[in-house]
Every structure is written in structure tokens, then in C-alpha cells.
């Protein structure tokens, strides 16, 4: 036969078994065993029962706030994750997968569901008061991620807390602006005034520092493409 899975939503309610039989929710104790404490339990069609509390207990997880969710969520996800990591770090990883790319897709895998695990984590953290400031390190494509969100960002390892990489918000200049900015030569504006007489921010990036008050325009070095130590400036 096959194993199957199976998942299903119910709500519950502590009530013991006693309870529970003068309600209807339990067969009366025909052995005379030791009354137990349980859960009344409703299920999505409608029909109501009692379980014992082990049993409800090892089959369902509370689930009433987004916080409950992510618990189960994480939980479910952390035994996944361990089992994975574990054959990917193993000898029998290569062994068992020989061709490169199938082994490639894997290591991938075992990354991403890592790097999802984290988030759960910190959202957890976030969520119930544990974590008030990020202090997780990403790698480069995580960080872009958090540029885009207007998030600035730094490596750990810059001297000087004081820099942050942060994205310009895209704007449309129009010609009668131009003349008024201060960063921009005459010559510049005489000649985009010949022209289409705007101007469009798009995606550039400045790293500032916030001693100085100087930015400069910035364009990331290969070392800090492959970096994982960027972190969130956040105060």
C-alpha cells in the first residue's frame, strides 16, 4: 500500500472526558478506566467528538493567530531542513547523486530552505517581542532584495559604521526644475534643455556617510558580490 498524508483543520476546545460523555462528545466509560483529560473537538463538516489529550495533542497544533502558524510552519520546515542538510553534508551525498547537476539543484535546495528558515525565525522573534532590531547577516542577493524594499544596507565588515548603501527613489524631473538644482553644472542643464528637457532617475544607488554627509555614487566591488555579511541599518 501507499502512505498517504493528510492535513485537516478543526477547532477544539479543553473539556474532559467526563464532561464530555454527559455531553454527548464521548461513549460512556463501559471499563471503569481513570477519567481523562481531552479536547471536544469540531471538525469542518460539522461533526463534534472528544479526544484524548495525547492523542489530539500529537496530531494538532494550535493554529488561532498568525503567530501559531508560523510556529507550525517552522516547526514542520526545521525537521525537513535538518534532514536534508544532513545528507548534503554526509559522504553519501555524492555518492548517492552522482551526476553534478541533480547535486547542484540540491545543495540549492537545502540554501534556500535555510535561508527561509531564518526569516521564519526572525519573524517569529519580531513577532513576539524576542527581537526588536535586525541583526541577521544576508548574502548580496538578499540585500538587493532589501534595497528594493527602501531598506539601507552595509557590510559588517566596513570600517566605519557610519557608511550605508541605500537605492534612489526613481523621479521624473521636469525642465522646469532643472535650472534650480544645485547638482547639476550650467553647461549640463543648458544641453539637457536643448534636449528632452527632463530628466528620470532610475536605479542608482549612493553609499553616504552619515558622519561626513558625503555620497558618492555606488557600484559594487566582486568581494562584496559574493559577501555574507551585509546587514540592516535600521538606527
Known amino acids: 500500500m501507499k502512505k498517504y498524508i493528510g ?30 483529560q481531552g479536547y471536544h473537538v469540531r471538525y469542518e463538516d460539522g461533526y463534534e467528538s472528544w479526544s484524548p489529550k495525547s492523542v489530539f495533542e500529537k496530531a494538532y497544533k494550535p493554529a488561532d493567530t498568525f503567530l501559531d502558524r508560523l510556529k507550525i510552519e517552522d516547526a514542520d520546515l526545521s525537521e525537513k531542513y535538518e534532514k536534508c542538510s544532513a545528507f548534503v553534508k554526509s559522504d553519501k551525498f555524492r555518492d548517492t547523486i552522482k551526476e553534478s547537476y541533480p547535486a547542484f539543484l540540491l545543495y540549492l535546495q537545502r540554501e534556500a530552505m535555510g535561508s527561509y528558515l531564518g526569516t521564519l525565525h526572525n519573524r517569529i522573534e519580531y513577532a513576539n517581542g524576542a527581537k526588536t532590531k535586525p541583526d541577521t547577516k544576508y548574502n548580496f542577493g538578499e540585500a538587493i532584495q532589501a534595497l ?51 530628466i528620470d532617475y532610475t536605479s ?32
Open 204 to 235: 542608482q544607488c549612493l553609499i553616504y556617510n552619515r558622519e561626513t554627509g558625503v555620497a558618492n555614487s555606488w557600484v559594487p566591488s566582486i568581494s562584496d558580490v559574493f559577501a555574507e555579511d551585509w546587514e540592516l541599518v535600521m538606527g
Open 148 to 198: 528594493k524594499f527602501g531598506l539601507a544596507i552595509r557590510r559588517s565588515g566596513w570600517n566605519g559604521k557610519s557608511l550605508m548603501v541605500f537605492k534612489q527613489v526613481s523621479a521624473h524631473i521636469e525642465g522646469d526644475i532643472i535650472p534650480k538644482m544645485q547638482s547639476l553644472p550650467q553647461s549640463a542643464k543648458d544641453l539637457i534643455g536643448k534636449g528632452k528637457n527632463f
Open 7 to 36: 492535513t485537516k483543520s478543526v477547532e477544539a476546545e479543553v473539556m474532559d472526558e467526563l464532561t464530555a460523555v454527559e455531553k454527548g462528545f464521548a461513549r460512556a466509560n463501559e471499563d471503569n478506566h481513570e477519567w481523562r
